[in-house]
């Protein structure tokens, strides 16, 4: 089986309840924000984005949130399904001149 | 595929030996990147090209080669392969933002 998300720190939560994913990052001079979903077996794929100008963004379903003070970005996910069980990435870069820089990952698991 | 291709899709590779993996992108993008994923470590950037012509190397090079054959195609060789490099390689192109659109991934296991 796919052996990539061990060790990874897991969020278990039930059908129907909100999901809060964190994650921190290092660098005071990045300025763009991207979320990543990757399920098993697959490549990492898109969810949302934030730049720096902003501190809140939705999507559907999908909330992000950036608090530049403490380096700290978080992904809501609301009324969670079975389709969110995944690991969940943030990254970041400086004005998109540089390569995406990625967190370790969450493991996502949602309770039927 | 998010407008990616990677090839092979499997590897088992002895160690010493040396393949290459193949990636393109059918979106006229300039960047190109390789990133590795190993478990617990996430995604750790590999080599990148901004520019056709262009390869700069990233967080883990050491015991790879990279050739952007044009706009279209950049390839990841290793050149005598050893058991630490068994991962999951993933190739990606990158939009003018800064977003990466990944392909599937390519699972080299070196013996």
């Known amino acids: 089986g796919e052996s990539v998300g061990l060790h990874l720190p897991t969020l278990s939560v039930q059908e129907g309840d909100n999901s809060i994913i964190n994650c921190a990052y290092s660098?005071?001079?990045?300025?763009?924000f991207i979320w990543y979903k990757q399920e098993s077996g697959k490549g990492p794929q898109f969810i949302i984005d934030?730049?720096?100008?902003?501190d809140k963004r939705q999507g559907q379903r999908v909330t992000v949130l950036l608090n530049k003070t403490v380096k700290h970005l978080s992904l809501q996910i609301a009324a969670t399904q079975p389709g969110d069980s995944a690991v969940y990435f943030c990254a970041e870069t400086s004005s998109g001149n540089t390569p995406l820089v990625f967190g370790k990952g969450t493991r996502l698991s949602v309770i039927a | 595929n998010a407008g990616v291709t990677q090839t092979p899709k499997f590897q088992v590779l002895k160690t010493g030996q040396s393949m290459t993996l193949q990636c393109a992108q059918d979106?006229?993008?300039?960047?190109m990147y390789w990133y590795r994923q190993d478990p617990g470590m996430g995604l750790r950037l590999i080599y990148y090209s901004a520019s056709e012509g262009t390869t700069d190397k990233g967080e883990v090079p050491n015991g790879y080669n990279v050739s952007r054959l044009n706009k279209r195609e950049f390839s990841l060789r290793l050149e005598s392969a050893a058991p630490s490099q068994t991962s999951v390689y993933f190739c990606?192109?990158?939009?003018?933002?800064?977003?990466?659109?990944f392909g599937e991934g390519s699972r080299l296991t070196v013996l």
């Open positions: 979106m006229n993008h300039n960047s």
């Open positions: 660098n005071s001079a990045s300025d763009y």
């Open positions: 934030i730049r720096s100008n902003m």
């Open positions: 990606a192109r990158g939009d003018r933002t800064g977003e990466l659109f």
